[in-house]
């Protein structure tokens, strides 16, 4: 999963690890106000969005945001970790954004375009986006619909290095016809669209550059100087700190800010030394903890608040098609019923009830979630009927054999985790009561995840099982590049990541028609059809949801936390500071 980035997906899906890019629902009390609607002409991609109101006539306050971790770039034209996502949020304006309830709204927009309300016509084949009239980049020039053509053609060009083409490339050219109507017409119907409008780049201040030279650039690369965003970059300390301060020329059709009088992106070097600062109030808004760093955020003082919130992340296990003993669904059916999912919850995860568990591969907050679809049940005794009707019987060894052959598989995960060892091994006793042997092997994240061509653990399918975590984007696009046959990791394709080798005609069909059309409902049922199928042939057992933590002081104001860990500033224009 952390090969190669090619696509937008790819990139949401591992950055932490990325993943993907929506959040909860605001689901506010009477104190707050509306900030967006939905329009008339509505969609099941818009929702609403109400944040608390501003109290102050001026921007206000200093507020630290630290992490674990410093950002590459300041450009998202080549963001490649989960910092560069939540500094890409405070610097730059985007078309739409995704809320923690994979709900879109517009930005720069008038509207989000949709089939609904005219925005994408001829069968999904031309978008129009509707810019506000009133935008201007960060030294006061007007960003026009020129400024959006020209981001797409330096993203384009192989030149520029960007990180993710793939999506982009789906948009055979773009029209401006006006200064603030940009057109996309594309290469066919494709269903992620919303996931590919072109960001805007400043062509007067960009424009006598060459593309190969942009990322030598400090004024472009990790420090632009010209930006969209509700903050602009005031100070920037290599390796250290940004210091930002609020760009009063943003405007945008949902956000309402910028708020905060400075903002500092500050990053320590441990879990620890984070939790610390916290403490000592020197941290504002924290993130970048795992579930093993819990311990660390006991007993907080009371102006601190613990956010614990679930991600479209999941823990699962992936079964390895191409191993002859996975070839009968009867012995992944006995696998998934052998498994006390809730039970681990309890014993590895400490947690007090099964609210967590994931029952398919598009959990909450998807769009896409199937309710038809029920959770397995732990029933022992039916995986020990299945296994028998398999003709797999328990020896006086007390595991399982065939013949000759003795039950025996290896269960491969990352190394240096306390919670997925924990989670290993509550399944390693779940199987070995039913007669299953199960070793552990655990490996460095490069190893695990390398490419094919570098010996990864999962691209070379150097495994029976393996435990780890995939981490969804607000579109199941994503999916394909992990259930399509063609996706199957080789040595003239290395950076693929369909690492459980899953080749199912009826996946693939679905995968494309989900692809292929922009009508929400055709898309739904096509999904659907995937997910059913996912299920009822076991090709992976999806685990519990991971969660998204974070301190925030009891004095910010409209931070919710997202359901990808990276974009948790998806909304930081909103955000201000109680006296």
């Known amino acids: 999963m952390l090969g190669a980035l090619t696509s937008l997906a790819d990139l949401r899906k591992h950055v932490p690890l990325l993943c993907v890019l929506g959040c909860l629902l605001l689901l506010c009390n009477a104190c707050l106000s509306s900030a967006s609607s939905p329009p008339a002409h509505s969609s099941p991609w818009i929702g609403p969005y109400s944040v608390q109101p501003f109290s102050g006539s001026q921007p206000s306050g200093n507020l630290v945001f630290a992490d674990l971790q410093f950002p ?65 980049w960060s030294d006061g020039q007007p960003i026009q619909a020129s400024d959006f053509k020209f981001w797409w053609q330096l993203n384009q060009n192989q030149q520029t290095g960007a990180t993710v083409i793939t999506g982009y490339d789906q948009i055979a050219s773009i029209d401006t016809p006006d200064a603030f109507t940009v057109v996309l017409h594309m290469k066919r119907p494709f269903g992620p669209y919303l996931f590919y409008l072109p960001y805007a780049a400043p062509e007067h201040a960009w424009g006598h550059l060459q593309p190969i030279d942009l990322q030598n650039i400090v004024s472009v690369f990790q420090a632009p100087q010209v930006t969209s965003g509700p903050y602009l970059i005031s100070r920037f300390e290599p390796g250290k700190s940004y210091v930002l301060a609020p760009n009063l020329k943003y405007r ?13 992106y500050q990053v320590y070097g441990s879990p620890r030394a984070l939790a610390e600062a916290a403490r000592a109030d020197t941290v504002t808004v924290g993130q970048g903890y795992q579930e093993s760093d819990l311990p660390l955020l006991q007993k907080l003082p009371q102006r601190v608040r613990l956010v614990q919130e679930p991600t479209a992340s999941y823990a699962h296990l992936d079964i390895n098609q191409s191993r002859a003993v996975w070839q009968d669904v009867r012995l992944r059916q006995a696998l998934q019923a052998a498994i006390d999912v809730c039970g681990l919850l309890r014993s590895a995860l400490g947690q007090p009830d099964c609210g967590r568990r994931v029952n398919q591969v598009e959990p909450r907050p998807s769009l896409f979630y199937d309710d038809a679809i029920q959770n397995a049940t732990f029933d022992p005794a039916y995986a020990r009927q299945l296994l028998a009707q398999a003709g797999w019987h328990l020896q006086s060894d007390g595991l399982l054999h065939k013949g000759s052959q003795v039950f025996h598989v290896r269960l491969a995960t990352t190394a240096h985790d306390s919670v997925r060892l924990a989670v290993s091994k509550a399944i390693q006793h779940d199987l070995r009561a039913v007669g299953i042997q199960v070793d552990i092997a655990t490996y460095d994240l490069d190893t695990f995840f390398g490419i094919y061509t570098k010996g990864g653990t999962l691209a070379t399918g150097a495994f029976d099982l393996a435990l780890f975590t995939y981490f969804n984007s607000p579109d199941p696009e994503d999916q394909l590049g992990v259930f399509h046959s063609t996706q199957i990791p080789s040595a003239s394709q290395p950076g693929l990541s369909n ?42 057992i999806p685990l519990y949801s991971e969660s998204n933590i974070l301190t925030v002081d009891q004095r910010v104001r409209n931070v919710f936390a997202n359901a990808n860990p990276s974009l948790n500033t998806w909304n930081i224009a909103d955000w201000w500071l109680t006296a």
């Not at 927009?109 to 089939?115: A, D, F, N, R």
């Not at 945008?252 to 500092?264: E, R």
């Open 499 to 540: 690492y459980g080798r899953v080749h199912d005609p009826l996946i693939d069909q679905a995968l494309e028609q989900g692809t292929s059309t922009v009508d929400f409902s055709a898309r739904l049922q096509a999904y659907q059809r995937f997910l059913k199928q996912v299920s009822a042939q076991v090709y992976t």
């Open 72 to 136: 590459i770039t300041a450009n998202p034209l080549f963001a490649s970790s989960s910092p560069d996502l939540a500094l890409d949020s405070m610097l730059w304006g985007q078309p739409v954004v995704f809320d923690q309830q994979f709900h879109v709204h517009a930005d720069q927009l008038l509207e989000v375009p949709l089939p609904e309300n005219g925005g994408v016509t001829d069968g999904g084949k031309t978008i129009t986006m509707h810019l506000r009239p009133d935008l201007h």
């Open 252 to 264: 945008s059709t949902t956000f309402h800010g910028p708020y905060l009088s400075q903002v500092t």
